[in-house]
């Protein structure tokens, strides 16, 4: 059984910075929040670091954002803040947004999939060709009533487009990324981030946990302990999350037919796919289709 998501943590007076939900958009900056475990989410979050660095568990993997960088990704994978050094001098911007909207903006066909994948894009914040840290300070003023709301809307579709159109020039500044993994994690999370990636790569298939646990060459009691405490989710609930992302990019870019999408995303029948999609998502496949189109 999947665990309920956690929501998006809210402002308290232990947390300063700065929130505004617009329309469509959710913005905030200040220090990062503490995260007592993974949560996910259905928008697209794009973070900017200005000062400091946010660490993350992404998918059970390590993800390193440094000053200086933007990192873009769809929440629909378990994510967790891990490290956020120095917290107390930490400057950092979040924007999140409906995964509707971005379907409203047309991307094109490959911008849509690097943006709906289970992997972040992380990128030097020149990518966005201005200066970005500007952006937010208006965008905190224009979300917050009045006639400027569509302003700061219209410019975050436009940094977006900037990112996606120079990852697919020059791809990911990932770097850090590798280093962190190798510098800072133990076995433990070594075999964490074995179990995610093995997971990912091969969901569409049949495998169980016990395939993943012996794939990275472990126990599967000790396999699947590990990874609960150490991501905060089941590996089973992992696993089908990656499936239920999979099946909701199916469904919002293809015309595949339910079933079909259901055999496409790993689900064993569709029966198991529809109790799945319906307790996570609020709604049927079809009707997750339907509301979105």
Same mark, same amino acid.
């Given at each position: 059984?999947?665990?309920?998501?956690?929501?998006?943590?809210?402002?308290?007076?232990?947390?300063?910075?700065?929130?505004?939900?617009?329309?469509?958009?959710?913005?905030?900056?200040?220090?990062?929040?503490?995260?007592?475990?993974?949560?996910?989410?259905?928008?697209?979050?794009?973070?900017?670091?200005?000062?400091?660095?946010?660490?993350?568990?992404?998918?059970?993997?390590?993800?390193?954002?440094?000053?200086?960088? *933007?990192?873009?990704?769809?929440? $629909?994978?378990?994510?967790?803040? *891990?490290?956020?050094?120095?917290?107390?001098?930490?400057?950092?911007?979040?924007?999140? *947004?409906?995964?509707?909207?971005?379907?409203?903006? $047309?991307?094109?066909?490959?911008?849509?999939?690097?943006?709906?994948?289970?992997?972040?894009?992380?990128?030097?914040?020149?990518?966005?060709?201005?200066?970005?840290?500007?952006?937010?300070?208006?965008?905190?003023?224009?979300?917050?009533?009045?006639?400027?709301?569509?302003?700061?809307?219209?410019? *975050?579709?436009?940094?977006?487009g900037r990112l996606l159109l120079y990852h697919a020039v020059h791809g990911d500044d990932d770097s850090d990324l590798h280093a962190h993994a190798t510098r800072l994690h133990s076995n433990g999370m070594r075999h964490v981030a074995e179990m995610a990636r093995f997971?990912?790569?091969?969901?569409?298939?049949?495998?169980?946990?016990?395939?993943?646990?012996?794939?990275?060459?472990?126990?599967?009691?000790?396999?699947?302990?590990?990874?609960?405490?150490?991501?905060?989710?089941?590996?089973?609930?992992?696993?089908?999350?990656?499936?239920?992302?999979?099946?909701?990019?199916?469904?919002?870019?293809?015309?595949?037919?339910?079933?079909?999408?259901?055999?496409?995303?790993?689900?064993?029948?569709?029966?198991?796919?529809?109790?799945?999609?319906?307790?996570?998502?609020?709604?049927?496949?079809? $009707?997750?289709?339907?509301?979105?189109?």
């Amino acid at each position: 059984m999947l665990e309920p998501m956690d929501q998006l943590l809210p402002q308290s007076e232990s947390e300063p910075g700065v929130v505004v939900d617009g329309p469509a958009i959710w913005v905030r900056r200040g220090p990062a929040p503490q995260m007592e475990k993974s949560h996910r989410h259905d928008d697209l979050e794009l973070n900017y670091v200005v000062r400091g660095r946010l660490d993350y568990l992404f998918g059970g993997s390590p993800l390193r954002v440094s000053a200086g960088q *933007i990192a873009i990704f769809w929440g $629909a994978t378990p994510h967790r803040l *891990i490290d956020h050094h120095p917290r107390e001098d930490g400057d950092n911007c979040w924007v999140h *947004i409906p995964l509707t909207t971005v379907f409203n903006w $047309a991307l094109p066909d490959a911008q849509l999939n690097d943006l709906l994948t289970t992997r972040p894009i992380v990128l030097p914040a020149e990518a966005a060709g201005r200066d970005v840290e500007p952006m937010f300070t208006s965008w905190l003023d224009d979300l917050d009533g009045g006639d400027t709301e569509q302003f700061a809307l219209l410019e *975050i579709q436009a940094l977006v487009g900037r990112l996606l159109l120079y990852h697919a020039v020059h791809g990911d500044d990932d770097s850090d990324l590798h280093a962190h993994a190798t510098r800072l994690h133990s076995n433990g999370m070594r075999h964490v981030a074995e179990m995610a990636r093995f997971t990912v790569a091969n969901f569409r298939s049949q495998i169980s946990t016990t395939d993943i646990a012996e794939a990275t060459h472990l126990n599967p009691n000790y396999a699947m302990t590990l990874f609960r405490e150490t991501v905060g989710t089941t590996l089973g609930s992992y696993l089908i999350r990656c499936r239920l992302a999979e099946a909701q990019r199916l469904l919002l870019t293809t015309t595949l037919t339910t079933s079909e999408v259901a055999h496409a995303a790993g689900f064993g029948s569709q029966s198991s796919f529809y109790a799945h999609f319906t307790r996570t998502c609020g709604l049927s496949p079809c $009707a997750y289709r339907r509301s979105v189109r």
